[in-house]
């Protein structure tokens, strides 16, 4: 039986505000055994790539249970966390400002804060160009982006392999520990991300004219950093 298509527009965000809400609990800790502790460092090396000054103002989108709004504190800058899901905030372990919002519609004015930061949740978004042109605009200009999303490893290899483990086995991990149904759902989001030029190509688009895509633990992984224009 063939899988049912991939929700589009005011469904998808339906869809991913409930099936966020409904993994929170177990969130983190799924994180850290699929990945095998490595999303740590990413989010580490996410944060060191704003390269902006200590106390500066950034917002973490689709922020989650706060694991990047801890990093940006503990490396000195000041985190707001912004999530669809209310369920992921009640969840939250961080000390950092949260609010409810829609990455269409930040609640920020224009050139207010330093930096944005967003862990695998560009496939999440309804409007993806849209969303990149809303963080520009609650940018200062010089602000930095720090975007952390999946790749696909480039050699044949490695691609395979990591095929395997996220369609086959991180939906059975979700099952045994979370919802079966959310992770069977998120390897198939990547199909909403744009080829790697094409991503790039939209954030520059969209008002960082430097941004630039970096492959991390061998490409399971990608960064992406950028500065407004």
């Given amino acids: 039986m063939s899988a049912p298509p991939l929700p ?7 869809a991913v505000r409930s099936m966020f809400d409904a993994i929170a609990p177990r969130y983190d800790l799924v994180n850290r055994i699929m ?9 580490r090396k996410a944060v060191r790539a704003l390269a902006l000054p200590a106390a500066s103002t950034v917002v973490d989108l689709a922020c989650g249970t706060g694991d990047l709004c801890r990093e940006l504190a503990r490396q000195g800058l000041r985190p707001v966390g912004v999530d669809l899901s209310l369920g992921m905030l009640r969840a939250a372990r961080t ?13 920020f004015p224009d050139a207010s804060v330093d930096g944005l930061t967003c862990g695998f949740a560009l496939r999440n978004l309804v409007d993806l160009d849209g969303s990149l042109r809303e963080m520009a605009r609650v940018l200062r200009p010089g602000g930095r982006l720090s975007l952390l999303e999946v790749a696909e490893p480039e050699r ?27 992770y069977r759902y998120l390897p198939r989001s990547v199909a909403y991300l744009p080829t790697p030029a094409a991503l790039v190509d939209v954030l520059r688009g969209a008002g960082f004219p430097d ?19």
Avoid at 35 to 43: K, L, Q
């Fill in 95 to 107: 000390d950092a400002a949260l609010v409810q919002g829609d990455a269409l519609h930040l609640p």
């Fill in 35 to 43: 990945t095998f502790r490595m999303d740590v460092g990413w989010r």
């Fill in 8 to 14: 589009q527009g005011a469904e998808k965000q339906r």
């Fill in 156 to 182: 044949a290899v490695l691609r395979w392999g990591h095929g395997v483990y996220f369609g086959k086995v991180v939906p059975r991990i979700g099952a045994l520990l979370s919802d079966a149904d959310a």
């Fill in 211 to 229: 941004a630039s895509r970096t492959l991390l633990s061998a490409g399971i992984s990608q960064l992406l950093v950028g500065t407004r224009g």
